[in-house]
C-alpha cells in the first residue's frame, strides 16, 4: 500500500469514526434536553419490580442511546436515597440490553433513511421550539450515524483483499485477548461503547476482521462500557458506587469468561447468525440478555456482598445534607449545569446562615457539641466551594458562550465569599467565643446588645440574600448591596460607641475590647460575602456603575 493512500485511508476512518461518535452523542443529547424529566420520573417509580426496573433500564438506555448515560442518572437516585442498590444494579442490567437493542436497530440498512430523516430532522430543529425541537435533533442524529457506518464501508472497501490488512487481521483472529483489550480501551477513549460496536461490527461485515476478532472486541466494549461508569461515578456516595462496580463485575467478568469460551469453542458464533455482520451482533445482544436473565434473580445478593466488601465509611454523613446539586449528567449542557451549581450555591448559603445563627449564642454560653457543629459545617462548606469550583471548571472545558462563561465566573466569585462567610464565622468568631469563656470575660450590657443588634442586621441581609438567589430579582439585589453601606456605617457608629465607653473606663469593654471590635468586623465580613450575590445581577440590569449603585 503506497503512502499517499494510506494517509487518505486513515483519515477518511478517523473522520468517519469521529462522525460516528458525535452522531451518538448527538441523539443523546437531544434525549437528555427534551425529555431527561420525564425519562427522571419514570426511572423513580420503577422501583416496586426489578423485572420492571430492568425494562425500565432497558427503556432508558435505547432513547439515551447509551448504558453509561443511564448509569448515571441510576447513580443520582441511589446515592440521594430514591432507590435501592439492588434495584439500581437491575436498572443497569437492562441498560445494558438496552444498549444491545440500540446496535440492532442501528445497523438497519434502508437508502431511504437517510434522507428522509434528514428532511423530517432538519425541518423540525428549524421550525419547532421546545421539547418538539429536540426531536428534530434527535433524527439528525440518526441519519448520521447511518452516513458514519456507510463512509466506513466506502473507506474499508479496498482494505477487504490487502496483503497487509489479512495478516495483522488474521494475528487479532488468532489472539483474542488483544483483540478484548483494544475493544476494551477503544470503548474506553470514544466513551460510547454503542459507537465501538457499530465500528467492529462494519469493519466485520466488510470482511476486515475476522468473526472470533470482532466478537472479543465487541466482549472488551462491554468492559469499557463498565469501567466508563466507573469513572463517571468515582466521587458518588458509596451506595452508587457498589451497584456501578456490581455491574462492572458482572459485565466485565461475563465478558471476559464469554471471550475465553469463543477462543475455545469459534463454532459457537455460526449459530448466531448467516454473516459475520450478523453473527458479532447478535452475540452483543445474546451476551447482555444472558447476562441479564441469569443475574436478576441475585441483585440482592450481589448487593449484600458487595455491601461487607465495600462498607459505609463512618465518618460519612448519610442524611439529606449529603445530597448535592451538582448534577455530572448536566455537564454537557452547560445552561442546565450552571442552574446545578446556582442550586448548590443556595445550599451553601443556607448552610452558612445556620452557622451565623448558632454562633451567636456561643459569646453568652459556650458548647462544645455546638462549637463542633459549627466546625463541622465549615469542612463541609469548604468540600462544596471545592466541587463548585471543580465542576465550573469540568464545564467549561469545552468551551462556554460569552454569556454562560460570564456566569460560570460569577458562581465562582459567589462561591469564594459564601467560603469566605463560613471563615470569619468558624474562624474567628467562635475563637472569640472560645476566648470569652476561656478567660472569664463578660461584655458590658450596651456591648453585647449592640453585638446581638448588628448580628441580627447581618442575618435579615443573609436571608434577603438568598432570596436574590433564588428569585435573580434587580429590585431585591438593590436592596441587597444598598443594605452593604448602611451595615458599613452602622459597623462604624458601633466602633466609635465602644471607644467612648473605654474612654469611661468601662471595665468589661476594657477587658473584651478587641474581642468586641473583632466580633463586628467578622460580621460586617459575613454581610459582605453575602452582598456580593447581588452584584452580577445589578452590572446585567444597569443599575450598578463600577464602583458604586446608580
Not at 21 to 49: C, D, K, Q, Y
Not at 122 to 137: D, K, P, S, Y
Not at 210 to 217: D, E, F, G, S, Y
Not at 346 to 366: F, N, R
Request: charge should be neutral; hydrophobic fraction near 50%; include cysteine.
Amino acid at each position: 500500500m503506497d503512502e499517499p493512500y494510506l494517509i487518505l485511508f486513515l483519515l477518511n476512518i478517523a473522520g468517519a469514526a469521529a462522525l460516528l461518535i458525535w452522531s451518538v452523542r448527538l441523539v443523546r443529547t437531544g434525549v437528555e434536553r427534551g425529555f431527561a424529566a420525564p425519562l427522571r420520573f419514570w426511572m423513580r417509580h420503577s422501583a416496586n419490580n426489578r423485572v420492571i426496573a430492568a425494562a425500565t433500564g432497558m427503556g432508558a438506555a435505547v432513547f439515551l442511546q447509551s448504558s453509561t448515560a443511564v448509569a448515571v442518572l441510576v447513580s443520582n437516585f441511589v446515592g440521594k436515597g430514591g432507590l435501592a442498590t439492588a434495584v439500581g444494579l437491575a436498572m443497569l442490567l437492562g441498560a445494558d440490553v438496552g444498549s444491545a437493542v440500540v446496535t440492532q436497530i442501528l445497523m438497519v440498512r434502508q437508502p431511504f433513511l437517510i434522507p428522509l430523516l434528514l428532511l423530517i430532522g432538519v425541518t423540525t430543529f428549524l421550525r419547532a421550539e421546545g421539547n418538539t425541537r429536540q426531536i428534530g435533533r434527535i433524527l439528525i442524529g440518526l441519519a448520521l450515524i447511518f452516513v458514519s457506518l456507510d463512509m466506513i464501508r466506502s473507506a474499508t472497501g479496498p482494505m477487504v483483499a490487502h496483503p497487509a490488512t489479512e495478516t495483522v487481521m488474521a494475528y487479532l483472529g488468532r489472539d483474542l485477548l488483544t483483540a478484548f483489550i483494544i475493544g476494551a480501551i477503544f470503548a474506553w477513549v470514544v466513551h460510547s461503547s454503542v459507537a465501538a460496536v457499530l465500528l467492529f461490527v462494519t469493519l466485520a461485515g466488510q470482511g476486515i476482521l475476522p468473526v472470533p476478532a470482532t466478537a472479543a472486541m465487541i466482549l472488551g466494549a462491554n468492559l469499557g462500557g463498565g469501567v466508563i461508569a466507573y469513572v463517571l461515578t468515582l466521587s458518588a456516595p458509596i451506595a452508587s458506587r457498589r451497584m456501578v462496580v456490581a455491574n462492572l463485575v458482572l459485565r466485565g467478568g461475563g465478558a471476559a469468561l464469554v471471550t475465553f469460551s469463543v477462543d475455545a469453542m469459534p463454532d459457537l458464533l455460526d449459530r448466531l447468525g448467516a454473516t459475520p455482520a450478523r453473527q458479532s451482533i447478535n452475540l452483543h445482544l445474546v451476551f447482555n440478555l444472558a447476562l441479564a436473565l441469569v443475574a436478576l434473580p441475585f441483585v440482592g445478593g450481589v448487593t449484600a456482598i458487595l455491601t461487607r466488601l465495600m462498607p459505609d465509611n463512618p465518618d460519612d454523613d448519610n442524611s439529606l445534607v449529603a445530597v448535592t446539586a451538582l448534577d455530572p449528567s448536566a455537564l454537557n449542557r452547560p445552561q442546565r449545569g450552571l442552574d446545578c451549581a446556582a442550586r448548590e450555591l443556595l445550599v451553601m448559603g443556607q448552610k452558612v446562615e445556620q452557622m451565623l445563627i448558632a454562633v451567636e449564642p456561643l459569646y453568652d454560653t459556650w458548647n462544645e457539641a455546638s462549637a463542633k457543629v459549627i466546625r463541622d459545617q465549615d469542612e463541609t462548606i469548604k468540600k462544596m466551594h471545592l466541587d463548585i469550583k471543580l465542576y465550573l471548571a469540568r464545564l467549561g472545558k469545552t468551551g462556554l458562550e460569552e454569556d454562560l462563561g460570564r456566569r460560570s465566573m460569577e458562581l465562582a466569585s459567589i462561591s469564594s465569599s459564601l467560603d469566605s462567610a463560613s471563615d470569619a464565622i468558624a474562624r474567628i468568631m467562635l475563637d472569640l467565643a472560645k476566648r470569652l469563656d476561656a478567660d472569664k470575660l463578660q461584655f458590658s450590657e450596651q456591648g453585647r446588645a449592640e453585638i446581638g443588634d448588628f448580628s441580627d442586621r447581618v442575618q435579615s441581609n443573609v436571608q434577603l440574600a438568598l432570596n436574590v438567589m433564588m428569585n435573580q430579582n434587580p429590585a431585591e439585589a438593590r436592596e441587597l448591596v444598598s443594605a452593604k453601606e448602611k451595615v458599613r456605617k452602622v459597623e462604624q457608629k458601633l466602633q466609635r460607641n465602644h471607644i467612648v465607653r473605654l474612654r469611661e473606663g468601662l471595665v468589661e469593654s476594657i477587658e473584651t475590647s478587641n474581642i468586641h471590635q473583632e466580633t463586628l468586623r467578622a460580621l460586617k465580613q459575613v454581610n459582605t460575602a453575602f452582598s456580593m450575590v447581588g452584584y452580577p445581577i445589578l452590572l446585567k440590569s444597569g443599575d450598578l456603575l463600577k464602583s458604586r449603585l446608580v
